[in-house]
């Protein structure tokens, strides 16, 4: 039996060889042989050792942005990473709400997929000689290296590793924090990247839970929502964008941002609020929409004042007369074209092409949300289905938004006050906001009762208020239409008395003509006597 000396005795001398032959294979081995004699090694090597593996570099090429596949990969391995790796790293990957723990680099986890068992590696190579780069990107070169045996090549490249990828996505789209973008008057730049947007973060606490509506409405706006988040291969196979239009109209004050906010939140989308009136053209539009990334709400507010989309119809030659006859002088003529040259050139066409021409398919998954006031303002073209999918009224408060008023501002279901608030409800048109207004305790003595009871005044005086109203308005209507009438009986006067005084001179003329007859009959009877 050989010694524990003797056995690294033997295994230094295996070692000497090794590389006594490796330098003489780099020293006198013919070039022009070493590439047949690697590509045998390697068919050798794949008959020995069964196993194929996939390597992901974290920068691909000469890219300054790290691998969108190496990041999915990453945030997919995370979750594995806290229950096998021994070393880990914690770090707060950004647009993420929490510390995220990842394995270290030379760290190995195994992973299962239809009963296939696979190994990652998170590797890393050190320069040897460090370099100085005006980008600022690491020197170190980061790899996740895949490993599976090959009689499982198709279902890893085909299934597994699309699996990977989308459910690294997801995972990234759950934990980001989400954002509130405008787009900015001129494109500026973050880092070493132009961008036409701006954003804070999106931390409105806005849910359909506290959203004053009724609960049969509620569910079938979420149920909708819900429904359009999971259709991609739907819209793929009928050959439509993946994108949904929502109008959302009624009068001001019956929470139609704050549905924007509860629908962001359901779906945990960014938002992007689109000032119309800072975009300079339609090209710039379409820059902005490139830039929008998925899972988001594209949101335009008040679309009615936006911009005099409904005029845009107008007839050139109209707009060319009018303009001819106006004819101003040089100097107002000067200031009224620099004036027109700083307001949005935005088209009513370049709009729909936005909302669902060619250029709406970038990106995918979105929302449109166009809000207004007035929708009869708006063009038919702009609000048919297609593009506005989906029309929600939001209304007047009634009794059941009023219940859920009532438990978000003073947690109550039921009072004996209920009642009463709900018939004044039913007689009179309140918004929600000024419902909440009323129900918000302003001190620290207000209970339920004196909120409630302050709710039913304020109603009671919005009643008579909109009673003095109507009457007024019954009044003016009144004055106006005995104003009319008086008009139109001086009309017929005026008419009559005409017609009356033609009468007269046509029979003053028809008996001066009798007259002339008369003597004239009279001179031939005296002719004939004589």
């Known amino acids: ?45 794949s008959i020995i050792y069964p196993y194929i593996q996939i390597t992901f570099h974290e920068y691909q090429g000469d890219g300054f942005e790290r691998s969108k596949a190496y990041m999915s990969i990453e945030r997919y391995l995370d979750k594995n990473s806290s229950k096998q790796a021994k070393r880990l790293k914690a770090t707060v990957v950004q647009d993420s709400e929490s510390i995220v723990l990842s394995m270290q680099d030379h760290e190995e986890i195994t992973d299962e997929f239809q009963g296939i068992k696979l190994w990652w590696a998170s590797s890393q190579d050190i320069p040897i000689k460090q370099s100085i780069s005006f980008y600022p990107r690491e020197d170190e070169k980061r790899y996740f290296t895949l490993t599976f045996h090959q009689r499982y090549r198709k279902i890893i490249t085909e299934e597994y590793l699309k699996h990977v990828l989308n459910e690294g996505k997801a995972i990234t789209v759950r934990e980001r924090q989400r954002k509130l973008y405008t787009n900015n008057k001129n494109e500026s730049w973050v880092g070493f990247r132009r961008s036409m947007w701006s954003h804070v973060l999106f931390e409105h606490p806005s849910s359909f839970d506290t959203l004053a509506m009724e609960p049969q409405k509620k569910q079938q706006i979420i149920d909708d929502l819900m429904t359009f988040s999971k259709s991609k291969e739907y819209y793929s196979k009928i050959g439509k964008a993946w994108k949904r239009g929502y109008l959302l109209y009624g009068p001001p004050g019956t929470g139609k941002s704050s549905m924007i906010a509860a629908m962001a939140n359901l779906l945990k989308y960014d938002v992007y609020d689109l000032e119309l009136t800072a975009v300079k053209d339609n090209t710039e539009l379409r820059k902005l929409l490139i830039e929008i990334s998925p899972k988001s709400i594209v949101v335009i507010e008040d679309i009615d004042c936006s911009l005099d989309l409904t005029g845009q119809r107008e007839n050139k030659k109209k707009k060319e007369k009018k303009e001819e006859e106006e004819k101003p002088d040089k100097e107002m003529k000067k200031k009224m074209e620099e004036s027109s040259n700083m307001e949005s050139k935005v088209t009513l066409s370049g709009l729909l092409n936005f909302i669902d021409g060619l250029w709406s398919a970038c990106g995918g998954e979105r929302l449109i949300v166009f809000t207004t006031n007035y929708v009869e303002k708006l063009d038919p073209a702009l609000i048919r289905r297609g593009r506005m999918d989906k029309h929600i009224e939001l209304s007047y408060c009634g009794f059941e938004a009023f219940k859920v008023l009532a438990k978000n501002y003073l947690n109550i279901d039921s009072h004996h006050l209920f009642g009463t608030i709900g018939r004044l409800l039913e007689e009179t048109n309140m918004t929600p906001a000024d419902v909440a207004e009323n129900l918000m305790p302003k001190s620290s003595e207000d209970d339920e009762e004196i909120c409630l009871e302050r709710l039913i005044k304020a109603i009671e005086m919005a009643k008579e208020e909109a009673a ?63």
């Open 468 to 530: 003095r109203f109507k009457a007024e308005e019954e009044e003016k209507e009144r004055l106006k239409k005995a104003e009319e009438e008086e008009k139109q009986r001086a009309v017929k006067e005026e008419i009559n008395s005409k017609e009356n005084g033609g009468n007269s001179a046509e029979e003053v003329k028809q008996n001066g003509d009798i007259n002339k007859i008369t003597t004239k009959e009279v001179k031939e009877k005296e002719n004939s006597k004589e």
């Open 1 to 45: 039996m050989m010694t524990m000396a003797e056995t690294w005795g033997s295994l230094g001398s295996a070692m000497a060889g090794i590389m006594f032959v490796w330098a003489m294979y780099q020293n006198y081995f013919p070039y022009e042989l070493r590439g047949p004699l690697k590509r045998y090694v390697e068919k050798l090597k």
